[in-house]
């Protein structure tokens, strides 16, 4: 089995469980998994140590024409707008969940720079599926992150709000 980084790694069920192409799949997997290796370069890896890879970062975003790997993160997320790819949508995220952490083998993971661990996969898998029923209005500083459940009531047609929840904007 030919060991890759994550993205490619984390790719492969959700090209077959969403039906979406391999590369599209990789595309919006990459900001997830990078932000996140970004974030926790003390679980560094590599041989190389985690301030070679955070200079590795840092050349990317400077090649992308951004003064910071964060910067160029975001640049990335702009980009996959601008090519409309846009993250799977699941009907059911637990199930979908718990199917894609399954899914991950963790021998194509052992090139990748940082360790990633079972609940580490759930977490950036949670982070790349969207949520049929849960959605997120972003304005004046601040998200508002609203969950939709279906009535029990076979005759009602209407949507009920389970919760709401507000948080400031990073």
Request: charged share 25%; with cysteine; net charge negative.
């Amino acid at each position: 089995i030919a060991q890759t980084t994550a993205a490619h790694a984390f790719s492969y069920k959700i090209t077959s469980l969403y039906k979406l192409p391999h590369g599209h799949a990789v595309a919006v997997g990459l900001p997830v998994i990078w932000e996140y290796m970004l974030n926790n370069l003390d679980k560094c890896i590599d041989k190389r140590g985690a301030e070679y890879l955070a200079g590795i970062f840092e050349d990317i975003a400077k090649s992308m024409g951004c003064e910071d790997s964060a910067c160029a993160i975001k640049e990335f997320r702009v980009l996959l707008d601008t090519m409309e790819l846009s993250n799977p949508v699941s009907d059911d995220k637990e199930v979908d969940l718990n199917v894609l952490s399954a899914s991950v083998n963790p021998v194509r993971l052992k090139n990748n720079p940082i360790e990633l661990r079972e609940d580490t996969i759930r977490i950036i898998y949670s982070k790349m599926i969207t949520d049929m029923n849960k959605f997120e209005l972003t304005g004046g500083g601040k998200i508002l992150t609203i969950s939709i459940v279906h009535h029990k009531n076979q005759n009602s047609p209407f949507f009920g709000f389970e919760y709401y929840r507000e948080r400031r904007a990073a």
